[in-house]
């Protein structure tokens, strides 16, 4: 098991996302503050870890496993528990899911055939819009606990909503997509050829 410097920044991006989980179970402004500290931060290691890994030639099947891995546990972590804040449709974060699932499965078919499937620049705009509203709403969360800012949080509205819906064009999009390319594997040969 390879762990270089990519895959424990990965690794720490997963440590980041159970201390979301935790700090999202209390109710108070710290722990409001602390998860969105630490989905921040973890959203920023996402970059990094990759980008490190084909700058320093570090690219494992390791990090291949777990970057991708990490990232889905991340952000359906945070969409679980902005639905169950109020902040997100429960459809939406089903709908976001099952897309990961999805696509996780088509990929795995697609290794086993010898194909690599790369994210596209619609997967990747969709990320980076989940992440905007993730952000965004934990944002509100955190001004709406501390009164002094609570009517700031109303302000956040005209980014979080438009990106939320944005983000879920962008997931049915990449989906498709993905859907789309892996149909290949799916026909089964005629006999005789």
Wanted: contains cysteine; positive net charge.
């Amino acid at each position: 098991m390879e762990v270089n410097l990519p895959n424990s920044i990965t690794l720490a991006r997963l440590a980041l996302t159970v201390l979301y989980v935790t700090a999202a179970t209390f109710s108070g402004v710290m722990a409001a503050w602390v998860t969105l500290a630490s989905f921040v931060i973890a959203a920023t290691t996402d970059w990094l870890d990759g980008y490190l890994a084909r700058k320093m030639n570090l690219v494992t099947a390791l990090g291949k496993l777990l970057d991708p891995l990490v990232d889905k546990i991340l952000v359906c972590a945070a969409f679980v528990h902005l639905s169950m804040a109020g902040l997100c449709p429960m459809a939406v974060t089903i709908f976001i899911i099952a897309r990961e699932f999805l696509v996780t499965g088509l990929r795995q078919i697609a290794v086993e055939r010898g194909v690599v499937m790369a994210a596209d620049r619609w997967g990747k705009l969709k990320t980076i819009f989940q992440m905007i509203f993730v952000i965004a709403a934990l944002l509100g969360l955190c001004l709406k606990k501390q009164t002094t800012f609570s009517l700031l949080s109303v302000g956040l509205s005209w980014i979080l909503m438009p990106s939320l819906w944005i983000a879920v064009f962008l997931t049915a999009l990449s989906g498709w997509n993905y859907l789309r390319a892996s149909l290949v594997f799916f026909i089964e040969p005629k006999a005789g050829n």
